[in-house]
């Protein structure tokens, strides 16, 4: 239940340190305050993208680790985008996409606000339409995008059509093992790294032979 009080609107700001950099993190104070029963009544929309999550905490924290200065990385779901940050901190060329409006223009802000460079764009992984045409990138990064089966499909077919190498990171949500078969049915070779902040999960490294 939303308290009647509570304040759509309302953000904090909070620092988050990845590797050697510092970046300021503006995000709703109170996500459940964004429940809004017409959206969901329409798809099902809830306001995840508007949640600090594990996953994406933890992919942010990789990706801060690794080489990516001139490479073209993708992100799908991204949410409040702290790994499109990171990637954009180790002078990645990053686009950065989510199916809510809200979360796409807050990371713009963030990366303005940290003085990074991050294209976005709004993309529902069904209906991705002339994305597609964009072409392949050189990595793809996807954290906690596999907690409803009805994701598995879609966001399959996507990466068949976007990316060589892609990294997953989920808290070990069981259809994420339903999307790491049927990767594995496509051709994907996997591997996974182990985050200690995702115990029950980690960050799965797909990579494309065929
Ligand atoms: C659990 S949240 C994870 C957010 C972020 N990646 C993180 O880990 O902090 C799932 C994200 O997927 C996005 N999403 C859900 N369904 C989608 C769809 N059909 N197309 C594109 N994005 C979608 C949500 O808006 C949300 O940002």
Known sequence: VTPA???PASTLVEEVVLGDRRLLLERPADPEALLDESRFDCDEFLPYWAERWPSGDA???HVSTLPLAGRSVLELGCGLGLPSLAA???????LATDWAPEA???LAENARRNGLAVETAVVDWREPGAFIARGRFDLVLAADIAYEERNVEPVVALLAELGAETLIADPGRRHMYQLLDRLVDDGWQ???VAAPTLPAGGIHRARRLR
């Open 5 to 7: 009080d509570a304040d």
């Open 59 to 61: 992919l942010a924290v």
């Open 88 to 94: 954009a901190t180790r002078g990645a060329r990053v």
């Open 104 to 106: 796409t223009t807050l």
């Open 190 to 192: 996997l591997d996974t």
